[in-house]
């Protein structure tokens, strides 16, 4: 087996990326899925660059710089319109790096902050217009090591006064002992990576049937279909992982959304090329209609309500 890069709680955290960390694609192809105008990458990231925006010392990883610069190159590249960049753990609750990047993409950006339970109301208020429109709470002991629920029952409640969702990031395994949790938080509840299903088992995964479950149950659930590449057993391009995006596309076309995942933080296996990952778009959204309604009309919904026209 490869060794980790990713530290382990307890460990000194190293100060640069490990020698085996795998930086983005250098050169993705460009894609021949054309994605419809006003399409939003709706999960992406920034790292550092870390001489301007340190990691946290509590990081679990040391990533390689990915500054805002080249996540908007790569966006132009792939045919996108705007971003919605999800603060990583690396990064812990210095939202800086995340603001600095919406600050930089002439309204083009909007972002997902990990805050305290403590964050003033001033720093709430500079988040919010600084572009951030949710929060985030990470279940992966490899990140974040134990989730601290009582302080996320706080920050849920204040980012419901600001208006904003709440992101969750949780392996489907988990889901049984954290349903109850994450049904009672507040507002719009977004999955990340379709709740990390064990793409193995296909459609009937147990852990794919709770995910449809909470979507089935509560309307205020909705789910990233994103990272074929954590998820697949079989490798590019992903036809092991496609039948799930298909699924939840089809089953809630309204509560969709996509993301590239770039940089890709912690991939191990293999690096994915970004133009790779957009040409999956129509076999998992294979209408105009669906692809709209996931790259465009839900994003909006969520992240620039203003810009929707009431009709
Ligand atoms: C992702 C996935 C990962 C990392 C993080 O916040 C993070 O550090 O989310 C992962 O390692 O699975 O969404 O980028």
């Given amino acids: 087996m490869a060794k980790s890069h990713v530290i382990q709680n307890n460990d000194t955290v190293q100060a640069g990326p490990a020698t085996d960390y795998m930086s983005f694609h250098p050169a993705p192809k460009r894609p021949e899925f054309c994605p419809p105008d006003g399409a939003v990458d709706a999960h992406c990231h920034v790292f550092g660059p870390a001489d301007q925006f340190s990691f946290a010392p509590t990081r679990k990883y040391t990533p390689v710089d990915a500054p805002a610069a080249r996540l908007f190159a790569l966006r132009d590249h792939l045919g996108f319109a705007r971003n919605v960049i999800v603060q990583a753990t690396c990064h812990g609750t210095d939202n800086a790096a995340m603001l600095d990047a919406i600050a930089r993409s002439d309204g083009r950006a909007r972002g997902v902050a990990v805050i305290e339970k403590d964050t003033t109301e001033a720093e709430l208020l500079r988040l919010h217009q600084g572009g951030v429109r949710g929060v985030r709470f990470n279940f992966l002991k490899r990140l974040v090591g134990d989730a601290p629920k009582g302080d996320y029952i706080r920050i849920a409640e204040r980012a419901a006064e600001m208006g904003w969702h709440i992101v969750v990031y949780f392996e489907s395994q988990e889901l049984p002992d954290l349903a109850s949790f994450i049904t009672a938080l507040p507002g719009t509840i977004v999955i990340d990576h379709m709740g ?8 009937q995964d147990v852990g794919f049937a709770n995910v ?3 979507l089935d149950k509560d309307e205020r659930f909705w789910v990233k279909v994103s990272c074929p590449e954590r998820l697949t057993q079989s490798g590019p391009p992903y036809g092991d992982v496609v039948p799930f995006g ?4 089809e089953a809630y076309p309204d509560r969709v959304l996509w993301g590239t995942d770039w940089p890709h933080p912690n991939m191990r296996s293999h690096m994915p090329d ?3 990952l957009v040409d999956l778009i129509p076999q998992i959204a294979p209408t105009k209609e669906l692809q709209r309604k996931l790259l465009v009309d839900n994003p909006m919904r969520l992240y620039w309500p203003e810009e929707v026209a009431d009709v």
């Fill in 274 to 276: 970004d133009g790779a």
């Fill in 246 to 249: 298909r699924y939840l596309v």
């Fill in 212 to 214: 449809r479950e909470l």
């Fill in 196 to 203: 990390r299903p064990d793409a193995s088992g296909g459609l």
